[in-house]
């Protein structure tokens, strides 16, 4: 069992309204379970929202809103759904300011992405879950 960020699995949460449905994650729901989770849903956000960003250690809206509160409070809720489970591996979406692992954009709004790892994926590495990206598969 592994955690997916749920817009890989076509859910429709992303910031956007729309999703991120994925061939090979799409697949591999076939053969494992998979458990959807949008933490920034979690952390309370409505569907659609404002685009976010990482700036440091913050997250901030396109028009300037320090959102790192809900970000972490969506997190948390990430990480008590997977001890719940024990679960110990996740897939989530590549660059997301939440679900991002290894790559995630830069504060500027511009396109340019940057190595680290998002709100979400930090706290699950460090309470040891394996976090892989869709890239991965
Ligand atoms: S927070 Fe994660 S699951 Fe939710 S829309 Fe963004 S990338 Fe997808």
């Known amino acids: 069992m592994k955690l997916c960020s749920a817009c890989l699995l076509g859910i429709k949460c992303r910031y956007d309204g729309g999703d991120k449905a994925n061939e090979k994650v799409l697949e ?12 920034e849903q979690l952390g309370g956000l409505s569907t659609p929202r404002e685009q976010t960003e ?3 250690d913050r997250v901030v809206t396109k028009s300037g809103v320090d959102v790192t509160d809900i970000f972490e409070k969506g997190a948390e809720q990430v ?31 511009s396109g340019i992405i940057i190595e680290g790892d998002g709100i979400t994926t930090k ?13 991965d598969l």
Do not use: D
């Not at 706290?123 to 890239?135: F, H, P, S, Y």
């Open 28 to 39: 591999l729901a076939k053969r494992e379970i998979l458990v959807p989770v949008c933490p």
């Open 54 to 56: 990482p700036k440091g």
């Open 79 to 109: 990480l008590k759904i997977a001890k719940a489970k024990g679960i110990k591996s996740a897939i989530l979406k590549q660059k997301s300011p939440s679900c991002g692992c290894g790559k995630i954009y830069n504060g500027t709004f």
């Open 123 to 135: 706290l699950l590495k460090e309470n040891g879950v394996e976090v892989l990206t869709e890239e």
